[in-house]
């Protein structure tokens, strides 16, 4: 019964991490580079800071990623924005980690279904 329910968790944390992935991919693969310009910084919860970011096209946009320490004002990084929806922007570098981060989830999914169902 317990081997069950563990690979019925598996199978649920990899679904999850499947939909996940495939967003992220279809961002990384059909989505526009960008490099932008941070305006400014600010507190939104205590150590937690959004970023006013400048677009090429003269757009200000606010990050939703909540670092632990602001950007300074003025410093250039990289987006990755969605061509239908231009809010939708991931930063290059937290996008490749969270590929990575949903690879691994999926395997340790692929682990939990293997262990629970031949328990």
Not at 41 to 53: D, M
Not at 97 to 115: C, D, Q, T
């Amino acid at each position: 019964m317990l081997g069950k329910c563990i690979g019925a968790a598996g199978i649920i944390i990899a679904l999850i991490a499947i939909y996940r992935l495939i967003g992220l991919l279809a961002l990384r693969s059909r989505g526009v580079t960008e490099e932008v310009e941070v305006v400014r910084s600010r507190e939104v919860k205590p150590n937690v800071y959004a970023h006013t970011l400048r677009f090429p096209d003269g757009s200000e946009r606010e990050d939703k990623a909540g670092f632990n320490r602001p950007f300074s004002d003025g410093k250039l990084l990289t987006v990755v924005s969605d061509p239908k929806n231009r809010e939708n922007f991931e930063f290059a570098e937290q996008l490749r980690k969270n590929i990575y981060i949903m690879g691994a989830l999926l395997g340790m999914a692929v682990l939990f279904m293997v262990r629970g169902f031949l328990m």
